[in-house]
């Protein structure tokens, strides 16, 4: 069998070393750690997934179980017309070499998602601080808070208001209006009541989950 002389088996290597690195040692090519400074910023990219180290944990162990392959039967190699012994050794070097690039790619990948973490809490609190107290609703009150309707059919218009932990008035605020007893008396999305049958219920506005109430009785003359 003609051997392949050492210039070309050189070149060949030359040329599928770098190809094979490129292809494996994705954690130091593809996996980008956060930035220096990242606490600082309000936005940055690095890799949070976990396939390029993932893969180099793929190509790592086909090169150390070539490598042991060869090692242990190295008649029955088949190659590159290249000693066996050498072959093995490349393949362990690269396997060794793919060990690293994944163990820094999920290092890489578990510090970018701690520092994403980090910067949602911060966007979380500086949307909290820019938020002012006053908007913030700490009560509803709903007027008037007590009502009689003497007849079925009979109305009474319901107002409620929002107000701030300093006491003051929040505008602009929608509010949803229940009734705990439909029949008895209904109310309408503008807080308008309408006896029905005589008894009495809670009327209730709700705004930002904080709830105000107003008790209204029918007493129809049967």
Aim: net charge neutral; hydrophobic share 45%.
């Amino acid at each position: 069998m003609n051997r392949i002389p050492f210039a070309s088996r050189l070149a060949i290597t030359a040329f599928l070393g770098p190809l094979a690195m490129a292809a494996g040692a994705c954690g130091f090519l593809f996996s980008h750690a956060p930035p220096e400074g990242h606490g600082q910023m309000e936005y940055f990219t690095c890799t949070e997934s976990n396939t390029g180290p993932i893969i180099d944990v793929i190509w790592g162990a086909f090169n150390a179980h070539s490598a042991v392959v060869i090692a242990a039967d190295p008649d029955n190699y088949y190659g590159y017309d290249a000693d066996p012994g050498v072959v093995a050794a490349v393949g362990l070097g690269f396997a060794a070499l793919h060990g690293v690039a994944a163990a820094v790619g999920f290092d890489k990948s578990k510090k970018c998602r701690a520092a994403k973490r980090q910067l949602a809490e911060r966007q979380g609190q500086a949307r909290r601080e820019a938020r002012p107290a006053e908007a913030v609703v700490e009560a509803v009150v709903v007027s008037p808070a007590a009502a009689t309707l003497e007849t079925i059919g009979a109305q009474v218009q319901l107002v409620a208001r929002a107000y701030g932990s300093s006491g003051a008035t929040i505008s602009n605020k929608n509010f949803t209006w229940s009734s705990s007893n439909d029949a008895i008396a209904s109310v309408s999305n503008a807080g308008l009541v309408t006896a029905h049958a005589n008894g009495a219920v809670v009327i209730a506005a709700n705004t930002d989950n904080v709830v105000g109430t107003a008790h209204i009785v029918v007493a129809s003359p049967r």
